[in-house]
């Protein structure tokens, strides 16, 4: 089992910044690739983005390319996300999630994730 718990997230202005923290306990936190999603209302969850159990492969979404960074510290069992430039239409409930992965794949959908955190909002006011 793997517990996630997200933080970080709150009002911000357009154009500002954030960043979302997920610390992991449970298992050994550096055998699990980790994804960020995000779900706004009325919208259906998407991936914002990814990284390798390892770090060394990371996915981003077209929409936050060049804005978001996404991190992990395998020593302190977390992973970020970086958030620059935040626009309104990054308005959203973010999650964290990871699955059981090896080697330097990145997973990009949902239902490949096995545990997830209980979210945090993020509010981009225009």
């Known amino acids: 089992q793997v517990q996630l718990v997200e933080s970080g997230g709150g009002l911000v202005q357009a154009g500002g910044s954030l960043r979302l923290s997920c610390a992991a306990s449970?298992?050994?936190?550096?055998?699990?690739?980790m994804g960020w999603f995000r779900q706004a209302p009325g919208k259906e969850r998407e991936i914002v983005a990814a990284?390798?159990?390892?770090?060394?492969?990371?996915y981003y979404t077209n929409s936050v390319k060049g804005r978001f960074t996404i991190s992990r510290d395998n020593a302190k069992n977390s992973v970020y996300l970086q958030m620059n430039s935040l626009k309104p239409e990054d308005t959203a409930v973010y999650y964290c999630a990871a699955i059981w992965g090896s080697g330097t794949y990145t997973y990009t959908h949902d239902y490949e994730y096995d545990y997830w955190g209980q979210g945090t909002q993020v509010t981009v006011s225009s």
């Open positions: 449970g298992r050994t936190f550096s055998y699990y690739a």
């Open positions: 990284i390798s159990w390892s770090g060394g492969s990371t």
